[in-house]
């Protein structure tokens, strides 16, 4: 049965404007075209590394976080690949040898996807010349692929990679892992839905049946908005039944990057999204799987928004939301902000700069404790004034 949302638009508020730029630290910027950071704890240290591809500079490189000591200076690095257009990189042991491999995906002229398997001597991993690059075959030349999510969708083989893309043909579908992961020419792909441009897959239990479903945004296309595959069953889906498509909202908007949090802590995860109308989406789950929908102005009426997160960030008990934004119409104000909620009910939040002046096409935003000092970090990505990879100290401690 397909979820059908409950349309509420608020009021736009005008927002008050508050506070000064946290600092801002530099991972690197010695490429070009930095797009999005995805986590993962790589050498078991307990502290949070990075994967970054490079659109421009043609490279995928990994960054091992060097200690809360050495936080804010530029993270011991690797390049682990050099491939045309990336638009993803994402951590997974796709071979299950205990080394944490990285997967790319590539659009432009390429249109494939690849593996870049990492040294199995944990010694190794920073050395460039260890890493060897591979592609998928059956992604090659396919689809502009965007978007990759590490996931077992069949309980066979081990970890599959359910994968993205925009454009002609564009869909959602999987790549099934063969019994042999090395062996590339296995593995085989699997279209679960057609697509116009995936931003965004998450894994959630969208429907709390105790499977993981698969949560995504599109942002093109007759079909856009935000949507969710469900999975048919443990039984059910090693016999190749069909993932359901269900509509959430957002079909009035160009959605971006969205994230799958408790924003008003009733216990069921609610997903924000940004969007390309100059304001922030905020869908809330109710006990009975509906969902309502509400918008709030984006920063500084900004209308082209890129990601939202969800996090407490002035540790007042209260989640917020923080904001990044592409490109906008001048004058420029700070690509990356805050916005802080006095409750849990809260539709006027007030906006707090993250970044300053500097920067402009701001990407995917990551909220995680950097410095271990107990409140959450922002690390995102730069592309036009090639800020590059870098992280917003937070200074709520």
């Given at each position: 049965?397909?979820?059908?949302?409950?349309?509420?638009?608020l009021?736009?508020?005008?927002?008050?404007?508050?506070?000064?730029?946290?600092?801002?630290?530099?991972?690197?910027?010695?490429?070009?075209?930095?797009?999005?950071a995805?986590?993962?704890?790589?050498?078991?240290?307990?502290l949070?590394?990075?994967?970054?591809?490079?659109?421009?500079?043609?490279?995928?490189?990994?960054?091992?976080?060097?200690?809360?000591?050495?936080?804010?200076?530029?993270w011991?690095?690797?390049?682990?690949?050099?491939?045309?257009?990336?638009?993803?990189?994402?951590?997974?042991?796709?071979?299950?040898?205990g080394?944490?491999?990285?997967?790319?995906?590539?659009?432009?002229?390429?249109?494939?996807?690849?593996?870049?398997?990492?040294?199995?001597?944990?010694?190794?991993?920073?050395?460039?010349?260890?890493?060897q690059?591979?592609?998928?075959?059956?992604?090659?030349?396919?689809?502009?692929?965007?978007?990759?999510l590490?996931?077992?969708?069949?309980?066979?083989?081990?970890?599959?990679?359910?994968?993205?893309?925009?454009?002609?043909?564009?869909?959602?579908?999987?790549?099934?892992?063969?019994?042999?992961?090395?062996?590339?020419?296995?593995?085989?792909?699997?279209?679960?839905?057609?697509?116009?441009?995936?931003m965004?897959?998450?894994?959630?239990?969208?429907?709390?049946?105790s499977?993981?479903?698969?949560?995504?945004?599109?942002?093109?296309?007759?079909?856009?908005?935000?949507?969710?595959?469900?999975?048919?069953?443990?039984?059910?889906?090693?016999?190749?039944?069909?993932?359901?498509?269900?509509?959430?909202?957002?079909?009035d908007?160009?959605v971006?990057?969205?994230?799958?949090?408790?924003?008003?802590d009733?216990?069921?995860?609610?997903?924000?999204?940004?969007?390309?109308?100059?304001?922030?989406?905020?869908?809330?789950?109710?006990?009975?799987?509906?969902?309502?929908?509400a918008?709030?102005?984006?920063?500084?009426?900004?209308?082209?928004?890129?990601?939202?997160?969800?996090?407490?960030?002035?540790?007042d008990?209260?989640t917020?939301?923080?904001?990044?934004?592409?490109?906008?119409?001048?004058?420029?104000e700070?690509?990356?902000?805050?916005?802080?909620?006095?409750?849990?009910?809260?539709?006027?939040?007030?906006?707090?700069?993250i970044?300053n002046?500097?920067?402009?096409?701001?990407?995917?935003?990551?909220l995680?404790?950097?410095?271990?000092?107990?409140?959450l970090?922002?690390?995102?990505?730069?592309?036009?004034?090639n800020?590059?990879l870098?992280w917003?100290?937070n200074?709520?401690?």
């Open positions: 049965m397909i979820t059908k949302p409950l349309f509420i638009v009021a736009i508020p005008a927002f008050a404007f508050a506070s000064e730029p946290w600092l801002r630290h530099t991972i690197d910027n010695g490429s070009r075209g930095a797009d999005g995805r986590l993962a704890d790589v050498n078991n240290d307990g949070p590394d990075l994967v970054t591809p490079w659109e421009e500079g043609g490279i995928i490189r990994v960054y091992l976080h060097p200690g809360v000591q050495s936080a804010k200076q530029p011991p690095r690797v390049t682990v690949g050099k491939v045309a257009s990336p638009e993803d990189a994402v951590f997974v042991d796709l071979d299950t040898d080394a944490i491999d990285v997967v790319s995906s590539c659009e432009g002229v390429t249109k494939t996807m690849f593996v870049h398997w990492a040294p199995e001597d944990p010694r190794d991993y920073l050395k460039a010349e260890k890493w690059t591979q592609p998928f075959p059956a992604t090659k030349g396919k689809e502009a692929w965007m978007f990759a590490p996931k077992d969708m069949d309980g066979k083989h081990g970890v599959d990679l359910v994968v993205s893309s925009k454009g002609v043909g564009a869909s959602v579908g999987w790549l099934e892992a063969p019994k042999n992961a090395r062996d590339l020419t296995q593995w085989d792909y699997h279209r679960l839905a057609d697509a116009g441009w995936i965004s897959l998450i894994e959630a239990d969208v429907n709390g049946d499977f993981a479903d698969i949560l995504f945004s599109d942002r093109r296309g007759a079909g856009r908005g935000i949507k969710w595959l469900e999975h048919p069953g443990r039984g059910l889906n090693e016999a190749g039944t069909p993932w359901s498509l269900h509509s959430i909202g957002g079909r908007h160009e971006m990057f969205i994230d799958y949090a408790d924003l008003n009733d216990g069921s995860n609610d997903i924000v999204a940004a969007t390309h109308q100059g304001e922030i989406l905020i869908l809330e789950q109710h006990g009975d799987r509906s969902w309502q929908q918008a709030i102005a984006a920063p500084f009426q900004s209308r082209n928004g890129k990601s939202v997160r969800v996090g407490d960030i002035d540790l008990g209260v917020d939301l923080v904001h990044s934004t592409e490109p906008n119409p001048p004058p420029r700070p690509g990356v902000t805050w916005l802080a909620r006095a409750s849990k009910e809260d539709i006027q939040p007030v906006v707090h700069p970044s002046r500097e920067g402009t096409k701001f990407d995917l935003l990551q995680v404790d950097i410095d271990r000092d107990g409140d970090d922002v690390i995102t990505c730069e592309e036009r004034d800020l590059g870098i917003y100290e200074p709520a401690r």
